[in-house]
């Protein structure tokens, strides 16, 4: 009896002459490069250091298209963007000591956003290994143990044969769900030395699926059948998983209204009956929320920004499909489904009763204008209006990438996606200078879109080398930078806490002189001109930059009180 576990693929004619007579001059970093277009890689980020030069010299001998930028924190975050866009493994090559220690940020706010990068770096050589002190530069004690509170999986290689199947193991653990950065490090003389071995011809891998435990969806199908008054928030799970079309038609069969949260941005469409848009920083959506006698949350952990600050108190029954098991029941008791939100959200379609609910609609509204009503009191119209301005500019398909800034923290709130996996913000993890390489990574995912980044000038000086990079690739990127002279939000945290800020005001340069200096274009615009000029610079091809000197403001919080 043969099973199919005992089949072994044979090898072509071709591939057998191949890895009998391998091309000479092929070294360890030719492994590497191999084994990743193995995989299906077509675009590597990073930047070349002494100890990883051996990838670097075999990127020449293959087809893999590299993009180098600036700063390896810009790269991890253009690595980021390229995952999150594809929904594939972002290789990010880096070098050793300071050159992927300065990864560490952009790969915290991959973990956070669960974005598959595979972070490839050097190593000191492998008599360095060990934690000896042996003085080699770049040295650290344990580089690895640096990124193991950070990515989801180490891999250390020691000789040239494991090369292949670490960078395998390391592309099915980022691609398994939930999806994270991984990390590979392969000493400088591994890299360098000649290789006798076959060229990788093939790696195919597998990422393990995450389906629900039937019982609990059949729990949590009843539940919602009989709910009087169900809800639902939408997190950044659905639209990782390509489910946004499921929990639409979850959510109508049930005629449960939909919050999503920032990370979830575009997950169910703005303007539905049922959207309750993503006003999760406003009492009365928090209210709802707390008055669903069931609410399901799906791929969200339900933390700080999805909370509103953790003062969501559920008095209903809370189901929460969510695939990091970490997640899982972390701030509320719930029945807790460890699954992939495609998948769970499927299981609950075949089996959730039709639910009728003429008032459902009408609950939304009356919402709705009670946060526009809150919104209006405050005087707010030049904040309203920017963003207005920057959602008529951007073509409905094409991605937009936030940086911390005033600004993105209303698109949080009140910026229509329209689509899902369109608005990205470094919100996952908190760190500035996210917005224009992760741009850039998303401009080399998909060239058909022009891509918007949207800085503070703050933010802005995190990653204004990377203009050089846009430049360089002529990639579709329009960055808006909206200047005001300053950590605009810290400014207001501080004054509104201590009645004066402290280190917050910036000495910056004349962005727009200083893209041109690049080759780049500029504009300086207004409130007024910001669609114009927004729409102009979207719409030719190449780089651009837009600077809007203003001073905006933050609604008031309701977390407070």
Known sequence: MTHDHDLVLRPTAAQTEAALNPPPGRNGGDLVVESLAGLGATTVFGLPGQHALGMFDALRRSDLRYIGLRVENNAGFAADA??????????????????????????????AASAPVLAISSQVPTAGLGGGRHG??????????????????????????QIPSAIAEAWTSALTVPHRPVWVEIPQDVLLAETQIPVVTGGDTFPEELPPRPELTAVAADLLSRAERP????????????????????????????????????AFPWTHPLSLQSWLEDRHTTDFLEDADVLLVVGSGLGELSSNYHTFKPRGRVIQIEADLGKLESNHPALGIHADARLALQALLETVGERTDPSAPERVRAVLDK????????????????????????????PSFWDMTILAYWAWSAFDA?????????????????????????????????????????????????????????????WLIVDDGGYGILREYMTDAFGAPTATELTRPDYVALAESF????????????AADLAKALAAPGPSVVVLPAVLRMFAPTHLG
């Open 418 to 478: 329209k689509a899902p996996n369109t608005m990205h913000s470094a919100q996952g993890a908190g760190g500035l200078g996210y917005g224009f390489p992760a741009a850039l990574g998303a401009a080399v995912a998909d060239p058909t879109h022009p891509v918007l980044a949207v800085s503070g000038d703050g933010g802005a000086l995190y990653s204004v080398a990377e203009l050089a990079t846009a430049r360089q690739y002529d990639l579709n990127v329009t």
């Open 519 to 530: 080759g780049v274009p500029g504009v300086r615009t207004s409130p007024q001109t910001l």
């Open 136 to 161: 080699y530069l770049h040295e650290l004690p344990d580089q690895a143990a640096s990124f193991r509170g950070v990515v989801k999986s180490v891999h250390t290689v020691r000789t040239q044969s």
């Open 371 to 398: 946060v526009r009503d809150r919104i209006a009191a405050q005087e707010l119209t030049l904040e309203q209006d920017v963003l207005a301005a920057v959602r008529a500019a951007l073509p409905p398909g094409a």
């Open 82 to 111: 390229y995952g999150r866009i594809t929904g594939e493994a972002a290789p990010l090559l880096l070098s050793t000591g300071p050159g992927a220690l300065t990864s560490l940020a952009a790969l915290q706010e991959a973990r």
């Open 231 to 266: 809800a639902i928030v939408a997190g950044g799970g659905v639209v990782r998983a390509d489910a946004a079309k499921k929990l639409r038609q979850l959510a109508e069969r049930l005629q449960a209204p939909v919050v999503t949260t920032f990370g979830g941005k575009g």
